[in-house]
């Protein structure tokens, strides 16, 4: 039986790897990796919300099924996540974390995994280097376990601020503009990363592990730097931009992160390289694939189950080139916090539709974040983007049945999603996800928790 290792580095986007394009060679291990493996061209995001993008990895489930949307949702108990599925098949399973989201009260600790290895607290509020811990953890790991096993390692080092990552000095990464300083210290971080995932492979060569092991390399959602105005879209975006001080704030560019985005490719088009054990030709896939799809494909792959019928991604393996049918619709669905609206698309080869439904207004809501609250209620409404052209114009007047097309395949996936989790929930059997009831106290605890990931 083959070992899995999944590599989850979180916030990569894919134009900024070497093998995906990026001219910076961010990722020469990782680059390397994919000349003896599969590259899928065009994996998506099924969330641009760490918690909700996680959970539907783990089920095989879109976020609107697993119904894991906002931070205080948890996963249902019981159902067959991927670690829970092979603990049946004798594996043993395990975690190393980057980020909190696999400790209480989340609740991504207790979906299977027998051990998991977080990093220290300091090291996680810092951000600092947490790959360095991840690599010690994991190898040493390897040298106790019995075989076989399935890891996931889950890089958080480019997440958000950088703080402890350095810009290197070298003609290689030194860019003088104050706008660039993101963009090369999140990439200093993903090549200190790779550095990491390098000596990963390394240590699985030297042990006799690395044919015997399926490896997988992805992320769980992007992250935009400077390429859209917050209001991006909004019929007030022309009104707001005359206004003196709010509209400058309300429309500027220079927009850094990953939630309450619209679903731009910047967040949601991500990486995704496998390596089979024994290895295989570099071979690239066009088709689009999402997340949603590892389950089936790691299950079909190690030959265990047969047909994951509690799933709804596909087997890539078995798929030919991911996309038989030509033109797959891929989505997304994300609405971290109430006051945040439900950010959804609908993306096919040319088209992606997006569908914003506008946070409710109400007391709470205006309390915690009314500026958060307003942006998203300007927000709301549908646009059509032509993505091999950009992602700045809705194009919805120019191809109106290309739009309405999409619009009701995105209407008929949400459908599908509430019947999928309805018929689960008496098949298998497990109470629905609820929003976890906190005290005064755990409120606080939790809020400290969201301010040092960088969500507060």
Same mark, same amino acid.
């Given at each position: 039986?083959?070992?899995?290792?999944?590599?989850?580095?979180?916030?990569?986007?894919?134009?900024?790897?070497?093998?995906?394009?990026?001219?910076?060679?961010?990722?020469?291990?990782?680059?390397?990796?994919? !000349?003896?493996?599969?590259?899928?061209?065009?994996?998506?995001? &099924?969330?641009?919300?760490?918690?909700?993008?996680?959970?539907?990895?783990?089920?095989?489930?879109?976020?609107?099924?697993?119904?894991?949307?906002?931070?205080?949702?948890?996963?249902?108990?019981?159902?067959?996540?991927?670690?829970?599925?092979?603990? &049946?098949?004798?594996?043993?399973?395990?975690?190393?974390?980057?980020?909190?989201?696999?400790?209480?009260?989340?609740?991504?600790?207790?979906?299977?995994?027998?051990?998991?290895?977080?990093?220290?607290?300091?090291?996680?509020?810092?951000?600092?280097?947490?790959?360095? !811990?991840?690599?010690?953890?994991?190898?040493?790991?390897?040298?106790?376990?019995?075989?076989?096993?399935?890891?996931?390692?889950?890089?958080?080092?480019?997440?958000?601020?950088?703080?402890?990552?350095?810009?290197?000095?070298?003609?290689?990464?030194?860019?003088?503009?104050?706008?660039?300083?993101?963009?090369?210290?999140?990439?200093?971080?993903?090549?200190?990363?790779?550095?990491?995932?390098?000596?990963?492979?390394?240590?699985?060569?030297?042990?006799?592990?690395?044919?015997?092991?399926?490896?997988?390399?992805?992320?769980?959602?992007?992250?935009?730097?400077?390429?859209?105005?917050?209001?991006?879209?909004?019929?007030?975006?022309?009104?707001?931009?005359?206004?003196?001080?709010?509209?400058?704030?309300?429309?500027?560019?220079?927009?850094?992160?990953?939630?309450?985005?619209?679903?731009?490719?910047?967040?949601?088009?991500?990486?995704?390289?496998?390596?089979?054990?024994?290895?295989?030709?570099?071979? #690239?896939?066009?088709?689009?694939?999402?997340?949603?799809?590892?389950?089936? #494909?790691?299950?079909?792959?190690?030959?265990?189950?047969?047909? &994951? &019928?509690?799933?709804?991604?596909?087997?890539?393996?078995?798929?030919?080139?991911?996309?038989?049918?030509?033109?797959?619709?891929?989505?997304?669905?994300?609405?971290?916090?109430?006051?945040?609206?439900?950010?959804?698309?609908?993306?096919?080869?040319?088209?992606?539709?997006?569908?914003?439904?506008?946070?409710?207004?109400?007391?709470?809501?205006?309390?915690?974040?009314?500026?958060?609250?307003?942006?998203?209620?300007?927000?709301?409404?549908?646009?059509?983007?032509?993505?091999?052209?950009?992602?700045?114009?809705?194009?919805?007047?120019?191809?109106?049945?290309?739009?309405?097309?999409?619009?009701?395949?995105?209407?008929?996936?949400?459908?599908?999603?509430?019947?999928?989790?309805?018929?689960?929930?008496?098949?298998?059997?497990?109470?629905?996800?609820?929003?976890?009831?906190?005290?005064?106290?755990?409120?606080?605890?939790?809020?400290?928790?969201?301010?040092?990931?960088?969500?507060?």
């Amino acid at each position: 039986m083959y070992n899995v290792v999944l590599m989850v580095i979180d916030c990569l986007r894919a134009d900024h790897v070497s093998s995906y394009g990026y001219p910076r060679q961010t990722t020469p291990n990782i680059d390397a990796m994919s !000349r003896k493996g599969l590259i899928f061209e065009n994996a998506y995001t &099924q969330s641009t919300f760490t918690l909700a993008s996680a959970s539907t990895l783990l089920t095989g489930l879109y976020p609107e099924t697993h119904n894991v949307l906002k931070f205080h949702d948890r996963l249902p108990d019981g159902f067959p996540t991927l670690p829970r599925v092979l603990r &049946q098949y004798g594996y043993n399973t395990s975690c190393f974390p980057g980020m909190g989201f696999f400790s209480p009260p989340w609740g991504l600790d207790d979906v299977g995994f027998q051990r998991v290895v977080l990093t220290d607290e300091k090291a996680e509020e810092k951000r600092k280097r947490t790959c360095d !811990r991840i690599r010690e953890s994991f190898i040493k790991y390897i040298d106790d376990v019995s075989k076989p096993f399935f890891s996931l390692l889950w890089f958080f080092d480019l997440h958000a601020s950088f703080d402890g990552i350095p810009i290197p000095t070298g003609k290689k990464y030194r860019n003088d503009e104050p706008s660039r300083g993101r963009v090369d210290r999140y990439d200093s971080a993903l090549t200190h990363v790779d550095t990491n995932i390098g000596a990963i492979l390394k240590a699985l060569e030297e042990r006799g592990l690395l044919d015997e092991t399926l490896i997988i390399v992805t992320s769980d959602h992007g992250e935009v730097f400077d390429e859209h105005q917050l209001l991006e879209g909004s019929m007030f975006q022309g009104l707001l931009s005359t206004l003196p001080g709010l509209g400058k704030k309300l429309s500027e560019k220079d927009y850094l992160g990953h939630l309450g985005v619209i679903p731009y490719d910047e967040v949601i088009r991500i990486p995704l390289i496998m390596k089979l054990p024994g290895g295989v030709p570099g071979t #690239t896939y066009e088709g689009n694939v999402g997340l949603v799809d590892l389950f089936p #494909t790691i299950m079909s792959h190690l030959n265990l189950g047969g047909e &994951q &019928q509690h799933v709804q991604g596909r087997d890539l393996l078995s798929a030919g080139e991911g996309d038989p049918e030509g033109g797959r619709v891929v989505f997304c669905s994300t609405k971290p916090f109430d006051w945040n609206a439900l950010m959804t698309c609908a993306r096919d080869d040319e088209f992606k539709l997006v569908k914003v439904f506008p946070p409710q207004m109400t007391f709470s809501n205006l309390k915690n974040k009314p500026r958060k609250l307003l942006v998203d209620r300007l927000l709301g409404g549908e646009r059509l983007y032509l993505c091999a052209l950009d992602e700045t114009r809705d194009v919805s007047v120019k191809y109106p049945e290309r739009k309405e097309r999409l619009l009701h395949t995105l209407e008929d996936w949400r459908r599908e999603n509430v019947r999928f989790r309805e018929e689960a929930l008496v098949s298998f059997e497990f109470k629905a996800s609820e929003e976890t009831e906190y005290t005064e106290e755990q409120e606080a605890v939790l809020k400290e928790r969201l301010k040092a990931l960088g969500y507060l």
